[in-house]
């Protein structure tokens, strides 16, 4: 049985916030991450894991108010590790007197379990990485075009699904984009899920357009 295992097991902060901590303890935060996280399929498929350390601001409520990654693996862990944290928002604990102009580093760190990664060399693992950052420019263009359509020229289209099929961006994998963000909208995250919604709109798609209508007002 494939296994994913997402967790996040320390905090660097200043003296300052030395006691900040999650309202349910440690382990609290630990299955915060596990039950919430939606490991990106690129990533899943082509076992890239490691640590994305995201620093953070929190209100007097205990709300995040200011996010980003400081160090980062590549851009679709990094965006799910910001939106974990950004929905931890209101489940910390602060202690009086909290400064919160201060930055907490969290570590978020992804391991996969079962799908073979084990056979994976590291060299494949970097070379997919650089697939993924050489596809990344695709989807922009991808996107550029169907945000500006009206403005596209004869016999372009065609181009650009080629470009679709060459990145494998299919009914498949845009069903599997809607499913990922009804799976945040049940978390309650619906940035999150507005932003996979948007991107199936921004790949030519009608498909998420409903969900879009409902959710993303």
């Known amino acids: 049985m494939k296994k994913l295992l997402f967790l996040g097991l320390l905090f660097w902060c200043t003296a300052s916030v030395a006691q900040l901590q999650f309202k349910?303890?440690?382990?609290?935060?630990?299955?915060?991450?596990?039950?919430?996280?939606?490991?990106?399929?690129?990533?899943?498929?082509?076992?890239?894991?490691?640590?994305?350390?995201?620093?953070?601001?929190?209100?007097?409520?205990?709300?995040?108010?200011?996010?980003?990654?400081?160090?980062?693996?590549?851009?679709?862990?990094?965006?799910?590790?910001?939106?974990?944290?950004?929905?931890?928002?209101?489940?910390?604990?602060?202690?009086?007197?909290?400064?919160?102009?201060?930055?907490?580093?969290?570590?978020?760190?992804?391991?996969?379990?079962?799908?073979?990664?084990?056979?994976?060399?590291?060299?494949?693992?970097?070379?997919?990485?650089?697939?993924?950052?050489?596809?990344?420019?695709?989807?922009?263009?991808?996107?550029n075009f169907y945000k500006n359509i009206d403005l596209s020229k004869p016999g372009q289209e065609a181009q650009i699904i080629a470009i679709k099929n060459q990145l494998g961006i299919d009914d498949e994998y845009l069903d599997e984009r809607i499913k990922d963000g009804l799976k945040k909208i049940k978390q309650g995250d619906k940035q999150g899920a507005c932003e996979d919604f948007t991107f199936v709109k921004n790949m030519g798609s009608t498909k998420a357009d409903p969900y879009i209508a409902q959710y993303c007002k």
Do not use: H
Not at 29 to 42: G, K
Not at 55 to 84: C, H, M, P, W
């Open 24 to 143: 349910t303890g440690k382990a609290g935060f630990v299955n915060f991450l596990r039950e919430n996280t939606v490991y990106p399929s690129f990533s899943k498929n082509n076992c890239i894991q490691g640590t994305v350390n995201i620093s953070f601001k929190l209100d007097a409520a205990g709300k995040v108010y200011s996010s980003k990654v400081t160090k980062g693996i590549i851009t679709e862990l990094d965006q799910e590790a910001l939106r974990l944290i950004r929905m931890s928002g209101g489940k910390w604990q602060i202690p009086a007197g909290y400064d919160t102009t201060t930055s907490v580093v969290v570590p978020v760190n992804f391991k996969l379990s079962g799908y073979n990664c084990e056979r994976r060399s590291e060299r494949e693992i970097q070379e997919a990485i650089r697939a993924y950052e050489n596809e990344e420019n695709l989807i922009k263009t991808v996107i």
